[in-house]
């Protein structure tokens, strides 16, 4: 069963593709990747806290296999 992205995805942001965006932890520990039936959420810890970044596809998913397909 493909689960769908968390209700807080209340904010998305469009970006033109000329947009760059930086952002400087300076008390970065480790960060780590993981894969999403949407796409994936890369989370980085910092002695400051956790901060979670979930990338979504607007057109892919990935079924139960781990696969990646067009949504239908």
Request: glycine share 6%.
């Amino acid at each position: 069963m493909l689960s769908t992205p968390p209700n807080n995805f209340t904010e998305r942001h469009s970006m033109s593709r000329t947009t760059e965006t930086k952002i400087t932890l300076p008390t970065y520990q480790k960060h780590w990747v993981h894969t999403k039936d949407y796409g994936h959420d890369i989370v980085i810890w910092s002695d400051t806290g956790k901060i979670t970044i979930q990338c979504v596809w607007p057109d892919k998913q990935r079924d139960t296999s781990g696969r990646v397909h067009g949504k239908e």
